[in-house]
């Protein structure tokens, strides 16, 4: 394999799976994802043995990435006012420049699928941690406040923002997924969901 883009052409031939349906991460589920497909295996830092992560999903653009967005909900009686309950968005796309002010129309959309009316002066995002919400982002870009490919934020939904004074701070679906672990002279597929499959590509 030449170019990332050729090894995931022979992965889409071994899965079945349009190239542009699923997504490369070197080293693991937690790995960065192989964006820039005109580079080299070796460019991309591969070496003998290494580990490909496959997640099927739409892939990402340099320069761009994604947020798994939810509606945090206050619980009917809570006995811990600090926790919500939280109904999934699905992902928003974002670029590097993006604040969260510039994500607010995808917000209002993917809400109003899901039958929310809101206006723009009513909603922040906000970290989340499992049931509970975290810092609120401010007006910067969401890189330089920590935000990384696939972070979890919320959208809570409040009167009127103009009114508030922000202070400090106040099951995402199944995904299917294979591990490849090249080899010098052949690639070993475990594509791991249900069951467990073997395939050897030699190159």
């Known amino acids: 394999y030449d170019t990332v883009q050729s090894l995931k ?9 349009p190239i542009d349906k699923f997504t490369l991460k070197r080293g693991g589920k937690q ?12 460019g991309s830092s591969f070496v003998n043995l290494s580990t490909v992560y496959v997640e099927y999903g739409q892939p990402t ?17 809570p006995q811990d006012k600090e926790l919500f309950e939280f109904e999934d968005l699905g992902e928003v796309y974002i ?3 993006d604040r969260p002010q510039d994500i607010v129309d995808q917000v209002i959309e993917k809400l109003a699928k899901k039958g929310y009316e809101v206006k723009p002066n009513q909603i922040r995002i906000r970290e989340r941690h499992n049931e509970r919400l975290g810092r609120i982002y401010r007006k910067r870009t969401m890189k330089t406040q920590g935000v990384y490919d696939k972070r979890a934020v919320s ?10 004074h922000i202070s400090e701070p106040t099951r995402q679906a199944e995904i299917s997924y294979a591990v490849f672990c ?3 002279k052949k690639m070993n597929i475990h594509i791991l969901h249900l069951l467990t499959m073997q395939y050897s590509i030699y190159y």
Do not use: H
């Open 9 to 17: 052409e022979q992965i889409s031939q071994r899965i079945n799976v």
């Open 182 to 184: 090249l080899k010098k």
């Open 95 to 97: 670029s590097n420049d």
């Open 155 to 164: 959208v809570e939904i409040v009167d009127d923002l103009s009114l508030i």
């Open 61 to 77: 653009k340099l320069g761009e990435f994604r947020l798994v967005l939810s509606l945090a909900k206050r619980l009917a009686e």
């Open 31 to 42: 790995g960065i994802e192989l964006k820039d497909l005109t580079k080299t295996l070796q």
